[in-house]
């Protein structure tokens, strides 16, 4: 089970939806979250951050380690680990994909009073071309899907 967990960025001007895989790992192993328009004030440190987007995300490796080798993972554990793996990841593909996804529905509501089939595609097409600009964009967790 993943819990959707909302954190907002260090400026305070964005939030971002994130799930962590198992639950294994706590709120407070993303120790900073930074969107574009903060970014610029963190201090890059590739031992404990990793980037996506133009976001960074700061954990806290010590405890990530504890928590997930007591967990029996056998393997060195990394930021991007953290993010690729999904154990403190956005919820979806990027920080607001859940917000996104739930727009392009409402978006698309209208098509409802119509017939089923059009609304079917019309969704359809819609989310391929969204999931598609996310690749294109360089969204990490987009490049799997
Ligand atoms: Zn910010």
Redesign the pocket.
């Known amino acids: 089970m993943c819990l959707s967990i909302r954190r907002t960025?260090?400026?305070?001007?964005?939030e971002a939806q994130f799930m962590h895989r198992d639950n294994i790992l706590p709120e407070a192993i993303l120790v900073n979250l930074?969107?574009p328009?903060?970014c610029g004030q963190a201090d890059w440190d590739g031992e404990a951050m990793t980037e996506d987007g133009g976001w960074i995300l700061e954990y806290d490796m010590e405890g990530a380690r504890f928590l997930l080798w007591d967990k029996g993972m056998a393997r060195e554990v990394t930021p991007d680990i953290l993010f690729e793996e999904g154990y403190c990841s956005w919820n979806g593909l990027t920080p607001t994909d859940l917000a996104e996804r739930t727009r392009l529905h409402a978006s698309l509501a209208p098509l409802l009073q119509g017939d089923r089939l059009t609304y079917i595609n019309a969704l359809k097409k819609t989310m391929i071309t969204y999931v598609n600009e996310l690749k294109a964009a360089g969204w990490r967790k987009a490049q799997h899907v």
Do not use: D, L, R
């Open positions: 960025c260090v400026c305070g001007k964005t930074y969107c328009a903060c």
